[in-house]
């Protein structure tokens, strides 16, 4: 029985270094993306409108790609009719989301009120880690779609 706890239990210590360094290493590779200077960004932005054509919100969003239009990360903002924004990051490599960040703002009377605060880590396309700095929950299955729709709908890249 004792032999049964130490393997799992050594078990379970590996596992979780592996994670803790798989996480270090999107980390690094996020802060190398953000330090780079060769790589382009390119912006598209539309407002929303309602039936009698009044801007009701919109959206921004900021592409950073390489001379080769390989794809290192997006950066959305969202504004809704009911003056909540949401934005998001994700961050690429080799076409695989590895990182995403999700804030959603309400906005209550001239101040802002976060209502959703979480980070996502991903490793070949299954989340290892998500950490909600609020008590609202975020369904990373979503957002890993959402991510994955960007690359489909192309934004100018490959």
Known sequence: MKKRICILLIFVILTSCSVNKTITEIKNHVKEIEN??????????????????????????YEL?????????????????????????FYYKEKKLIFAKFLQFSNKQTELDTIINTKLYFKKGKLIKQIDFKLNKVDSEKIKLLAESYIIEGLGTQ
């Open 36 to 61: 780079r200077t060769d790589l382009n960004e390119s912006i598209t932005e539309f407002n929303t409108e309602n039936l009698n054509g009044e801007i009701i919100g919109g959206t921004s969003t």
């Open 65 to 89: 790609t390489d001379k080769k239009n390989k794809l290192y990360r997006i950066i959305t903002e969202t504004a809704h009719p009911n003056d909540s924004i949401a934005y998001f990051e």
